[in-house]
């Protein structure tokens, strides 16, 4: 079931996933010195990265809904409370100086090679499960079943698919990377914004 509630937090996780990150840092500066063809080859592995942790993050909330109810509130809670500390972290960029609008070094090699690399900087990433495991728990209600947290997956991930594709289309200009540099501080506060009041709901409601 889609509510408001979730609507907001796929808009933040689509925020989240435009802030500048390894994964936005890494396609965007490929892209630029290797051209569209390679920064889709990363940006490809990095949603295949991305996939990997998001499916065990759902059979996992899913196996923990199904035997313990108290441990899932648990994960609700403790989610709620990652995604504040990540609110802070967005509103710290956002009021201090920061090199996060920095570009990273290009990665090299064939397409192939690209994709693992990509693959490998989400999976070696543990953020990335975390950062599922606390939407799954937040988002999806108790009773969810498999088919939900799938369902959410699905859009979840394509938002993910959206941002990661796109900056590999859009950042084959330079001009591009000046917009993004310029705008980032906007990202980190909508993302703080969003974040926050998602998890204050958790955090304040009773469950």
Known sequence: MITPEFLAIWLAWTL???????????????????????????ALGILAGSASWGIAAALGVSALMLANAWVFEIIRYAGASYLLWLAFKALKRVLQPSEQGALSRPYQGSFTRLFTKGALVHLTNPKAIIGWGSIYAIAAPAEASVATLFGYFGLLFSASICVFLGYAVLFSSPQAVRLYRGLSRWFDLLFAGFFGVASFKILSARL
């Open 16 to 42: 989240a996933g435009a802030s500048p990150g390894p994964a936005t840092l890494g396609i965007a500066s490929t892209a630029m010195a290797r051209g569209r063809r390679a920064g889709l080859g990363f």
